[in-house]
């Protein structure tokens, strides 16, 4: 009798420990989860700040090709009155 109640306390201390060690380790991976979550958030507020403070200098560029574009095409038009008018 004595051996069968040894074998069961041992049983059951190792379902213990078993289950301790699961638990530490789903623990352990949750907070690994959190952290990476928390620096990815981070990551995102960085890239949108940048944005932002770029997006005026987007919106010159866009004024810029608007006006490049005007000026080919007026470039375009002196081109061809001058070879119109040729030799």
């Known amino acids: 009798m004595s051996e069968q109640t040894t074998t069961t306390t041992g049983r059951l201390a190792s379902d213990f420990r078993l289950t301790l060690a699961i638990l530490i ?3 352990l991976q949750a907070v690994a989860a959190l952290l990476w979550v928390g620096a990815a958030a981070q ?3 960085n890239l949108e700040a940048e944005i932002k ?4 200098i987007l919106e010159r560029m866009a004024r810029i ?3 490049v574009a ?5 470039l375009d038009r002196i081109e061809n009155h001058i070879d ?3 030799p």
């Open 84 to 86: 119109q008018e040729g």
């Open 53 to 56: 403070l770029q997006q005026p």
């Open 70 to 74: 005007a000026i080919r095409s007026s």
């Open 43 to 45: 990551r995102l507020d």
């Open 25 to 27: 380790t789903l623990v």
């Open 65 to 67: 090709e608007a006006q």
